[in-house]
């Protein structure tokens, strides 16, 4: 299948840029322009919301809630076509992108039905594929947010220890590398240690959406991840997209009931995020899918997180884990994609990897050698 050429984030989707010769600083997409977030604010035209449009990074705006995030939107809107703000628009191409938040923690979830129906499949043949609370709980795990990379970072090919032909433990380059296709929920308000957040009020905590690819080397994953879940298969590389999407700005749609309904902490009236999703490998397309595919969403994985007192800290980064549809070419991982290998190989090197998102912009990297 062809390329579906380049895929832009909706207007008003937050980031991080810096202009010709400039330091980095918070930005608005508008069309083909980014929007110095900062200059305006200096200028009088928005609301500066506690110079939080100064630091070099979103976290201080995510933080201070969403009424504040409206009014930036609303205050944007307005000035669409007002030349006042003309000194203020960069094209984006003549910008530099930046990581649009500094991450505070990394959680992954397991939140596509679809895919997780797969991998049982594939790697516990003639057994159930779907494990007892898979229905019952939002599946997760924590990553490490030091590895969280913008798009366009090439990926160096991960080492580590997987089992050989022989069935004994190896250590080198992985030989299985694979990609995730994901959501991530940027989390903008914080919540305090020991205070749960109910789900009817988690979106309240969620700055918006970005899209990610959670790299995997899938031999490491097989050979560590018992008892404890995934290491070093995992934590080597995760990028999302340059820009963060407002909920708001993406379409939802209903979704069947959840079947046994959630316990009382995680019912919810149920919904997806109605965004077309696809993967290209080297310039062809080779899958696509949506995101109301997800069986959990945001706000379920959010209030099961903090079920237990964990906090929330402004800038944690929540992937939805990879999201898979009923279709052969609706998966989003290459391990779903060629059945562990049988039909499609995994990564090679130089290989470059383009995730896209309706609204959301694109994920993008590049596959180096080991080192």
């Known amino acids: 299948m062809p390329s579906s050429g380049g895929v832009r984030p909706a207007d008003h989707s937050f980031g991080v840029f810096s202009p010709p010769g400039?330091?980095?600083?918070?930005?608005?997409?508008?069309?083909?322009?980014?929007?110095d977030l900062a200059g305006l604010a200096d200028a009088g035209l928005i609301d500066p919301a506690g110079g939080?449009?100064?630091?070099?990074?979103?976290?201080?705006?995510?933080?201070?809630?969403?009424?504040?995030?409206?009014?930036?939107?609303?205050?944007?809107?307005?000035?669409?076509?007002?030349?006042?703000?003309?000194?203020?628009?960069?094209?984006?191409?003549?910008?530099?992108?930046?990581?649009?938040?500094?991450?505070a923690d990394f959680a992954d979830f397991y939140a596509s039905e679809h895919h997780a129906t797969n991998l049982g499949r594939i790697l516990?043949?003639?057994?159930?594929?779907?494990?007892?609370?898979?229905?019952?709980?939002?599946?997760?795990?924590?990553?490490?947010?030091?590895?969280v990379v913008l798009s366009g970072?090439?990926?160096?090919?991960?080492?580590?220890?997987?089992?050989?032909?022989?069935?004994?433990?190896?250590?080198?380059?992985?030989?299985r590398l694979d990609i995730e296709l994901e959501l991530g929920f940027v989390v903008g308000v914080p919540s305090a240690r020991g205070e749960r957040v109910p789900v009817e009020r988690a979106l309240e905590h969620v700055f918006g959406v970005v899209l990610l690819n959670d790299w995997s080397a899938r031999d490491l994953q097989a050979w560590e991840y018992r008892p404890l879940g995934p290491f070093l298969g995992k934590s080597f590389a995760t990028s999302?997209?340059?820009?963060?999407?407002?909920?708001?700005?993406?379409?939802?749609?209903a979704r069947p009931p959840q079947e046994p309904a959630p316990l009382p902490y995680l019912a919810e009236a149920p919904w997806g995020l109605d965004v077309a999703l696809a993967v290209e490998l080297n310039g062809e397309r080779i899958a696509a899918t949506s995101a109301r595919e997800l069986y959990w969403s945001p706000a379920q994985m959010l209030a099961h997180l903090?079920?237990?007192?964990?906090?929330?800290?402004?800038?944690?980064?929540?992937?939805?884990?990879?999201i898979s549809g009923p279709g052969e070419g609706e998966r989003g991982s290459l391990i779903e994609l060629g059945w562990n290998g049988a039909t499609r190989p995994f990564l090679a090197d130089g290989d470059e990897?383009?995730?896209?998102?309706?609204?959301?912009?694109?994920?993008?990297?590049?596959?180096l050698p080991a080192r």
């Open 353 to 367: 990897v383009v995730l896209r998102g309706a609204g959301l912009g694109e994920v993008r990297g590049r596959i």
């Open 124 to 147: 516990r043949p003639g057994d159930e594929p779907l494990l007892p609370n898979w229905r019952r709980l939002p599946v997760g795990y924590h990553g490490r947010a030091g590895t």
């Open 240 to 253: 999302i997209s340059a820009w963060v999407t407002p909920l708001d700005a993406l379409r939802r749609t």
């Open 22 to 35: 400039g330091a980095p600083r918070p930005g608005a997409v508008e069309g083909d322009a980014v929007l």
């Open 306 to 322: 903090t079920a237990n007192g964990a906090s929330l800290r402004t800038g944690d980064l929540l992937g939805s884990g990879t």
């Open 153 to 175: 970072t090439d990926v160096v090919r991960p080492c580590g220890q997987y089992l050989g032909e022989d069935g004994e433990p190896a250590f080198g380059p992985s030989r």
């Open 52 to 103: 939080a449009f100064a630091a070099p990074v979103l976290n201080p705006f995510m933080a201070a809630g969403p009424a504040a995030w409206a009014a930036a939107r609303d205050a944007l809107g307005a000035l669409r076509g007002d030349p006042r703000a003309d000194a203020h628009r960069h094209p984006l191409g003549d910008v530099a992108l930046h990581l649009p938040f500094a991450v």
